[in-house]
């Protein structure tokens, strides 16, 4: 189990610029979910993936944000045009059916997301 | 549309103190509920509780659940320095696309003084 990674662990963009983050899940989880989490707050759910199929997305993933699991194993979330109130701490978490009966799923360490 | 409120906000005690953490909760079709511990970066599993009124327990921490007050304590006794982090509760729903989709509260901050 080497744990779910994520891809830059931080990146400073300008407004308007467009992002791309990668999540590799742990390589038997056929769950990935990505959340946001900005200071103060909890993580908030925006989309969730089961295999390559997106099965669910927020009210808050806007129509600049689109996120891709093509072939069921790693996952990028991209951000166009890119506005401060996008800043924030955006986590990737995976998990299997039997996984989350019993432990919730496996969290990385996130990707910190400052637009200036 | 789920809810989750946690109290207090922040907490400050010293090294050996016991500590309560509240968690509340609105959520259509509840699943089970999960506490979290997030020292820098990734949250870290603690506690998944489905059923009322059996306690979880791992070393100092505990947890119960109230299904019927909708409502779950995190307790914390001897705490240590290392104890130090914000804790948050999230809930589950159960079955269709929703699953395992979590909820969180905002968190608690606990600061452990020596």
């Known amino acids: 189990d080497t744990g779910v990674s994520q891809d830059p662990r931080h990146k400073i963009t300008k407004r308007g610029q467009n992002v791309t983050f990668r999540c590799d899940p742990i390589?038997?989880?056929?769950?990935l979910y990505w959340y946001r989490q900005t200071l103060g707050q909890g993580p908030e759910f925006l989309t969730y993936f089961q295999n390559e199929a997106q099965l669910e997305k927020s009210r808050l993933l806007s129509d600049r944000f689109s996120a891709e699991r093509p072939k069921g194993s790693f996952s990028t979330l991209e951000i166009q045009r890119t506005e401060q109130g996008d800043s924030a701490m955006y986590l990737c978490a995976s998990s299997s059916r039997d996984r989350t009966l019993i432990y919730g799923y496996t969290f990385g360490s996130g990707t910190r997301l400052t637009v200036v | 549309e789920d809810k989750v409120v946690q109290s207090p906000l922040s907490l400050v005690v010293h090294e050996g103190d016991t500590v309560t953490l509240n968690c509340s909760y609105e959520v259509t079709n509840f699943r089970s509920l999960l506490w979290y511990k997030q020292e820098k970066k990734a949250p870290t599993f603690l506690f998944m509780l489905?059923?009322?009124?059996i306690e979880k327990k791992s070393g100092r921490l505990s947890s119960i659940l109230d299904k019927k007050e909708l409502f779950s304590i995190l307790n914390i006794t001897a705490t240590q320095t290392g104890d130090s982090a914000v804790y948050l509760c999230?809930?589950?729903?159960?079955?269709?696309?929703?699953?395992?989709?979590?909820?969180f509260g905002q968190g608690t901050i606990l600061t452990v003084h020596p």
């Open positions: 390589s038997e989880h056929n769950r």
């Open positions: 489905t059923s009322s009124g």
């Open positions: 999230a809930v589950a729903r159960a079955g269709g696309t929703s699953y395992g989709k979590l909820t």
